[in-house]
Nanobody
Framework: QVQLVESGGGLVQAGGSLRLSCAAS????????MAWFRQAPGKEREFVSG????????YYADSVKGRFTASRDNAKNTAYLQMNGLKPEDTAVYYC????????????WGQGTQVTVSS
């Protein structure tokens, strides 16, 4: 059974930092592309960060470029999202998602972790 468990969310002041983690189990982690999405209240879920190909670049939403950095540790079966320079508009529930590198759709999703940025 595949599980993705996010952690690291919380309340932070504008300009602060958080690091989200996504611990994966029940899958061969290195075979999966990991991505981050977020959903703010009243808005649709949006892409934050991800990589199209195993050796490709990491893509970021324009709104987070230069502030967020995605990484992964295959030995720990964990993906990370380092968020710096947080803004109130970054407030959302953040989700990690996984898909096989050869697929285009994300098959597995975490339960989400709340990030709230106060002004």
């Amino acid at each position: 059974q595949v599980q993705l468990v996010e952690s690291g969310g919380g309340l932070v002041q504008a300009g602060g930092s958080l690091r989200l983690s996504c611990a994966a189990s029940g899958l061969t982690f290195s075979s999966y592309a990991m991505a981050w999405f977020r959903q703010a209240p009243g808005k649709e879920r949006e892409f934050v960060s991800g990589r199209k190909y195993i050796a490709g670049n990491v893509y970021y939403a324009d709104s987070v470029k230069g502030r967020f950095t995605a990484s992964r540790d295959n030995a720990k079966n964990t993906a990370y999202l380092q968020m710096n320079g947080l803004k109130p508009e970054d407030t959302a529930v953040y989700y990690c998602a996984a898909r096989l590198w050869t697929y285009t759709e994300y098959d597995y999703w975490g339960q989400g972790t709340q990030v709230t940025v106060s002004s």
